[in-house]
């Protein structure tokens, strides 16, 4: 694909100089460069008679974009510093913080990867010293892949570009349309007053459903986004943050847009979970930002060095031979003999004398059983019965949800609460997600919540527990 510009020649009113392009798609391009001043810049040049009609449906929402990003209402936002819609080029002038974008830094991490592997598969070749000096310079690789994009850093991303969106969306400005090649770092953002803006957008379509899926080939268009009746109540930039995060953690900006890539793809189970219930629409709509947000800060506190720890106790197994592994496995059994394989006779025995099993809805024995148990208690403002069913962290959050449920009835914010309408999403045998709307006896929904559910030996437990009204007083 020939550029529209030509890196280091002057382009436009403004003496824009490109240096490097950032993305060309069917729509237009992306430079960086410099101003005639020496002024660092992103040029956002909308090229193409698709790239016109883009700018045309944009143009109102990149207006208000700009007045956001202005005021600082949304800090996200990269600041528009030049709009040149009447130009026979249409073309924006935005800030640029210097950072790397999202997609060159996990490209990086995922280049240094490679390398290690491929020094380990040579290893494996050789003995002695040579092998020892190539491994020890394949772990070296993988300590600099871990820092330049980790686990923790790529949540960090996503609860930056989802408090974008959430700030976007609380000014009427949804959605913002994101890619990974028009998220950036901003190194300038150190505090811990600015973490959560670290990483900024590039505006290109906000606001914009109808063309769109001419950003980043339609890969991080959410499908119901153009069928919906305002842009912003689909919820769409949740479905592009949850895509972009994946392909960061999976290596694979080409993952297949089915939930059984993603869980093939990612090995991080408690991840997986959250970006399931990312990817997944409820009565067409994907869940709140402000939701994403506060998952994406859960996993990069906590998180994400527990999946990061047992993908590499995974990984060592895999060193082990057959022999080794097996025994590994069966220790347990190994030391139990015979009692052991009694107990299995004696299952089998059972199960084929059940001829069927059922399961009560209300039990601690599935994820959606005691997701009722426990909404089943706050509805009779139960805490105590409520946190039976919850640990950890859980037990704490109970009395906090419930505190917050009566201070909205006590504010007429909210009927009395009676129900609780909950989707379970995630494969993974021992770690859960479930979103739950909070509803009113009139019918009123008013708050939102999001529960981590885990698996301790034949029951479930409510781990944490995340929630945000959807109702606030004027």
């Known amino acids: 694909m020939t550029s529209f510009l030509k890196a280091g020649e002057a382009w436009g009113p403004d003496g824009f100089v490109p240096e490097t392009l950032v993305l060309a798609e ?120 871990a820092k330049t994009f980790s686990l923790k850093k790529e949540a960090r991303m996503a609860q930056s570009a989802a408090k974008a969106s959430y700030d976007a969306l609380s000014h009427g400005l949804g959605p913002v349309n994101l890619t990974p090649l028009t998220i950036v770092e901003d190194p300038s953002k150190v505090g811990p007053a600015d973490a959560e803006n670290r990483w900024r957008l590039i505006p290109v379509a906000p606001g914009v459903s109808r063309e769109a899926a001419l950003l980043g080939g339609g890969r991080y268009t959410a499908p119901e986004l153009a069928a919906a009746k305002a842009p912003d109540e689909v919820h769409a930039d949740v479905y592009a943050i949850s895509w972009i995060w994946a392909e960061c953690a999976a290596g694979n900006f080409e993952l297949p847009r089915k939930t059984q890539a993603l869980r093939n793809a990612v090995p991080f189970k408690r991840l997986v979970t959250i970006l399931e219930g990312g990817i997944t629409p409820r009565n067409g709509q994907y869940p709140d930002p402000k939701m994403t947000r506060l998952a994406a800060d859960r996993y990069a506190k906590k998180e994400a060095d527990e999946d990061a720890t047992e993908v590499l106790a995974a990984r060592a197994a895999e060193g082990r031979s057959p022999a080794q592994q097996k025994l590994y496995e069966n220790r347990g059994l190994l030391i139990k003999g015979g009692i052991a394989l009694a107990s299995v006779i004696l299952l089998i025995v059972v199960i084929l004398n059940v001829k069927k099993l059922v399961i009560p809805t209300n039990t601690t024995g599935t994820p959606y059983g005691v997701v009722n148990l426990y909404f089943d208690a706050l509805i009779d403002g139960d805490a105590d019965e409520a946190k039976t069913y919850a640990s950890g962290g859980g037990v704490m ?71 945000e009204p959807t109702r606030t007083k004027e």
């Open 26 to 145: 069917a729509w237009g391009e992306i430079w960086r460069g410099q101003l005639k001043e020496a002024d660092p810049a992103f040029l956002v040049v909308y090229a193409t008679e698709a790239g016109r009609r883009l700018y045309a449906e944009a143009a109102p929402h990149l207006e208000r974009w700009k007045v956001l990003a202005e005021t600082f209402s949304a800090p996200g936002l990269l600041n528009i510093r030049a709009m040149h819609g009447d130009a026979e080029v249409p073309h924006l002038l935005v800030e640029d913080p210097g950072g790397p974008i999202v997609k060159s830094l996990a490209e990086e991490a995922m280049n240094l990867k490679a390398k290690a592997a491929g020094l380990k598969a040579q290893a494996n070749t050789l003995k002695g010293a040579e092998a020892k000096g190539l491994k020890g310079q394949a772990g070296e690789l993988e300590a600099q892949a």
């Open 397 to 467: 959050h109970t009395d906090m949800l419930l505190a917050d449920i009566r201070r909205m009835e006590n504010e007429e914010l909210a009927s009395k609460f009676t129900t609780a309408v909950p989707q379970v999403s995630g494969s993974h045998a021992e770690v859960r997600q479930a979103n739950v709307d909070l509803k009113g006896e009139n019918g009123d929904m008013f708050m939102e919540a999001v529960l981590t559910l885990r698996k301790q030996g034949e029951e479930w437990v409510i781990e944490q527990v995340l929630f």
